[in-house]
């Protein structure tokens, strides 16, 4: 009916603004590639694995920073009398160049904790399990994931577990 059911804003960062080596130092994220992408869903496919696909929405936000970054105020939230003043981020933000390694950072670690292994010549792949009874593969793309395995219940707690 065009009505506006919900509000939503997001602060987004002027990365464009930053500069490699003054701002920033990493921004490289590991990926899978599309072969090997392709790869794990023949194998799923040939099994009959249970495969989801999730899109991680808040990847980029509440991630830790190593450089400190200011952002001016928003136009049209300035603090009237301190215009002037920035503000210091905390966490990551939408727009800052190295946001996507900090995820990638958080979430390997995630899955490290998890007793995933990456895969040592494709650093997008982790694999947890030993056996074709408890076997899950993870793909990882910057904020999207895929996983498969061989066992339902074991990917539905890997999905309520993240």
Known sequence: NGEIAKYKARLVAKGFLQKPDLD???????????????????????????????????AFLNGPLKEEV?????????IKGQEEKVYKLKKDLYGLKQAPRAWNKRIDSFLMKSNFTKCTSEHGVYVKGS??????ILCLYVDDLLITGSNKDALQKFKIDI
Not at 38 to 57: E, F, T
Not at 131 to 136: E, F, K, M
């Open 131 to 136: 056996n074709s009874n408890d076997l899950i």
């Open 70 to 78: 200011y952002v001016k105020q928003p136009p049209g939230f300035e």
């Open 24 to 58: 920033f130092n990493e921004v490289f994220t590991p990926v899978a590639r599309l072969e090997t992408i392709r790869l794990v869903v023949a194998i799923a496919s040939y099994k009959d694995w249970a495969m989801h696909q999730l899109d991680v929405k808040s």
